[in-house]
């Protein structure tokens, strides 16, 4: 991942961190999301990130998207009183486990224990742990 703006290089440490491919970083509002989400997964809500992985049929094919909702990522910084820094941070982890084929949703734990596990590797607040878990 390469992103031009150097106020987003803590992503790019994350990404690297997790896999050498390519990631596709989309920044959006709160309608934009929701747009994506009603035409991607028939949602008709925002949401504060979504990933959408790539088949890896090549080592050159990038591992996929991550869209983040930035007006979301500011609300939930503030409501839970740490950086927007540190929640765009929670968000990109998130995705980028989803990315490499976690499912918190179907696994027994593995992705919240990946996260607490990255959370902590990345000196990210501890509070960002206890809201991955509920």
């Known amino acids: 991942m390469i992103l031009s703006d150097e106020k987003y290089e803590f992503l790019e440490k994350i990404a690297n961190f997790l896999s050498p491919k390519d990631i596709e970083l989309i920044f959006v509002n709160n309608k934009e999301m929701q747009e994506i989400n009603l035409n991607q997964r028939n949602q008709n809500k925002t949401t504060d990130v979504l990933?959408?992985?790539?088949?890896?049929?090549?080592?050159?094919?990038?591992?996929?998207?991550?869209?983040?909702?930035t007006e979301l990522a500011q609300e939930k910084a503030k409501e839970f009183g740490h950086s927007y820094e540190e929640?765009?941070?929670?968000?990109?982890i998130h995705a980028m486990l989803h990315l490499l084929g976690?499912?918190?949703?179907?696994?027994?734990?593995?992705?919240?224990?990946?996260?607490?596990?990255?959370?902590?590797?990345?000196k990210l607040p501890t509070s960002l742990i206890v809201r991955t878990i509920s």
């Not at 929640?87 to 990109?92: D, N, T």
């Not at 027994?108 to 990255?118: D, H, P, S, Y």
């Open 51 to 69: 990933s959408f992985p790539l088949e890896n049929i090549d080592e050159n094919i990038p591992l996929g998207s991550i869209v983040i909702n």
């Open 87 to 92: 929640e765009l941070s929670l968000l990109f």
């Open 102 to 122: 976690f499912d918190h949703e179907k696994d027994n734990g593995e992705m919240r224990k990946k996260e607490e596990e990255l959370i902590k590797y990345f």
